[in-house]
């Protein structure tokens, strides 16, 4: 409405100019005190009536952001459904907790999950699980007495020991051989092809929660392996899986990028092709 008044006032101050009249002069007349007030006066009054959002647009929701060093082993106390309709995990640990504060985001077996209850007194803490989580990732499998991988978001001042990884799990693998080398361990792991093209050799993964190097990739049986050293082993829970049980895989994000990138058409726009 103020656009159209505003577009209604120049319009009837034109209509005010002389008959003959050039460029330069009426820039000259519509920049008279009277007529400039008048012109942008409905565009000054919405300005000044109009609040700024609560939120500016350009201020977005801090993400979580992980880096695949395990920091913990926890316990799975209880889960469940509750009486909401929701379902809901406790877990028993001692590290995350030292600085927790409700709605923070810890990644459970490399799950971005929000903290909604924490105990100290008794070193436990709640978080809750959308449908979606549990079909799309390993969660489903655990019972009480289960260990998890447990890692907080990190922070500005955090060192950066693994990788990026946003917690956002793509999806599973099946365990189907582990074989001891010396005092390490190989894994093999079965996955989809969706999330195997972008699995590479020497390149980052996240199993569980804990950053990886991929060390073969095997295209014809859907499968790739990875070795656990002794320190790691001792500190994670994928040794304790059995043949058969699944694990929560996230790909690194640069190849999804580079996917998306290359199936938008980016090469030929660049160039490329």
């Known amino acids: 409405m103020a656009v159209s008044s505003g577009i209604t006032s120049i319009t009837k101050t034109l209509k005010t100019l002389p008959p003959k009249h050039t460029f330069s002069n009426t820039i000259s007349f519509l920049s008279t ?27 977005s929701s801090i993400k979580s952001l992980f880096t695949g060093i395990v920091e913990e082993l926890g316990e799975i106390k209880q889960l469940g459904f509750v009486e909401n309709g929701g379902f809901e995990m406790k877990i028993s640990a001692k590290t995350v907790l030292e600085d927790v504060k409700l709605g923070d985001s810890i990644a459970v077996n490399g799950t971005c999950l929000t903290v909604t209850e924490f105990d100290k007194k008794d070193s436990e803490f709640s978080v809750g699980l959308a449908p979606e989580t549990l079909r799309k990732t390993s969660l489903v ?23 990026f990884v946003q917690g956002h799990v793509d999806g599973t693998g099946e365990i189907v051989s ?29 199993v569980d929660g804990t950053s990886l190097t991929v060390v073969k990739v095997f295209d014809d049986e859907d499968c790739f392996n ?8 001792e500190n994670v829970v994928i040794p304790m899986k059995k043949v058969g049980q699944k694990v929560n895989l996230e790909v690194d994000i640069l190849g999804k990028y580079v996917e998306r990138l290359l199936s938008s058409g980016f090469t030929s726009v660049v160039g490329l092709s």
Do not use: C
């Open 33 to 59: 005190p009277t007529l400039k007030t008048q012109f942008l006066k409905p565009f000054i009054t919405t300005t000044q009536k109009t609040k700024p959002p609560k939120y500016p647009y350009h201020y």
């Open 141 to 163: 499998e655990l019972v009480p007495g289960s260990l998890v991988n447990l890692e907080r978001a990190l922070l500005a001042s955090t060192r950066m020991g693994g990788h």
């Open 178 to 206: 582990k074989e001891p080398e010396g005092d390490s361990l190989w894994v093999k792991v079965k996955t989809s092809r969706e999330l195997l093209k972008f699995i590479v050799p020497k390149g980052y993964i996240t």
């Open 226 to 233: 990875f070795m656990l050293v002794a320190y790691t082993q």
